[in-house]
């Protein structure tokens, strides 16, 4: 079935530091939503990427869904306390399936002031 | 925005018993709803979408008999633990959309655990 890979699973970064999330999807996807989750929380969704070598940005953090819409990454930029959580890719596939999402394994953030 | 409001946020209860959780659209209706399961570190696993007056759909894996799921009406979607045991601890979660190619909203989960 279709799976979703995400890495790495943990990063910890110093404040002001960079930090990039991987998804990898075994199959094609119709679109690739990004949602992050605070410690003890729930997933907030972020963004979605539909279409194919799409970038978006929202403040410091930037989104790709790369030309095949097999891959995606988030990259922050200059990484805030703000920011620790774990970030999911969920992708869609495109037989829909009443908009069922995979979600990938997901990246916890840590930043250390 | 669109909010889902789940309840309980968590629940402590004996094995052998039931548990339901709700999951309500507030400011939107909410043709399907998904239920997720979540372990401690670990991603959020589909365990059967709910659509509004007919039959949930199940992954593979996921007892219908034991996790009912019942979604009578455009705005609440319910998920029944029953016969809990202690393996079934978790948190459980539930998400919609207000509608199709949008991004979905989640509640706020429910941490059950069986003791």
């Known amino acids: 079935g279709q799976q979703v890979m995400q890495i790495p699973q943990y990063q910890h970064v110093q404040e002001g530091e960079d930090f990039t999330t991987y998804c990898n999807s075994s199959?094609?996807?119709?679109?690739i939503q990004w949602y992050k989750q605070r410690p003890g929380g729930h997933p907030v969704f972020l963004i979605q990427?539909?279409?194919?070598?799409e970038v978006k940005k929202q403040k410091r953090l930037t989104f790709q869904f790369g030309e095949a819409k097999k891959n995606s990454s988030l990259h922050i930029t200059a990484t805030q306390t703000t920011d620790v959580g774990t970030y999911f890719c969920?992708?869609?596939?495109?037989?829909?399936?009443?908009?069922?999402?995979?979600f990938g394994q997901g990246t916890e953030l840590s930043v250390k002031p | 925005g669109a909010v889902v409001s789940q309840h309980p946020s968590w629940v402590i209860c004996k094995s052998g018993t039931s548990v339901k959780i709700e999951c309500r659209s507030l400011d939107f209706q909410a043709t399907t709803m998904f239920w997720y399961r979540q372990f401690p570190k670990q991603s959020l696993m589909l365990m059967a979408t709910s659509n509004e007056g007919s039959k949930a759909t199940y992954e593979q894996g996921v007892e219908k008999d034991k996790f009912l799921i019942n979604h009578a009406s455009l705005t609440l979607s319910t998920l029944t633990v029953t016969s809990a045991h202690p393996e079934d601890s978790s948190f459980y979660i539930c998400s919609a959309r207000v509608r199709a190619g949008e991004g979905y909203t989640f509640g706020s989960g429910t941490r059950l655990t069986v003791v």
């Open positions: 990427l539909v279409k194919s070598g």
């Open positions: 969920a992708g869609g596939s495109w037989d829909n399936q009443g908009g069922k999402l995979i």
């Open positions: 199959t094609t996807l119709s679109n």
